[in-house]
């Protein structure tokens, strides 16, 4: 499971199912099934739980695998601080630069680099 990453899409769309949709539909069927008598409510309950807990559990692993994944950044943003102090900036990009016009958003990663050059 170390390359399993769900689409951002799909990632959003779970969570919402996750955090409020099935949470909601269990405290909703286990106010009611108490209220109107409904049978199994207990069973229904448990299994929203357990599926809630292993949508959770498949979240967290993607979640894990993007953090861990540098092939999400367009590049290092590095920067140094020279002997005067003054900081110096440098821009490497992990592709060809007429490529990021093809995406809506870059994201660099902040690598400190050696100081006092």
Known sequence: MNNFQLSN???EKLK??????????????FTLANIWDWSNAEE???????????????L???????????????????????TSGKTIYSLELSGQPEDL?????ANFKVVPGVHGE
């Open 60 to 82: 967290q692993i993607s979640n894990r695998n993007y953090n861990n994944d540098d092939s999400r950044f367009a590049g290092d943003l590095t920067y140094t601080v020279d």
């Open 44 to 58: 229904v309950v448990g299994t929203i739980a357990a599926i809630t807990l292993f949508l959770g559990g498949t």
């Open 9 to 11: 899409d799909l990632y």
């Open 101 to 105: 016009v093809l995406n809506d958003e």
């Open 16 to 29: 919402l199912v996750t955090r409020i949709i099935l949470p909601g539909i269990a405290t909703l069927y």
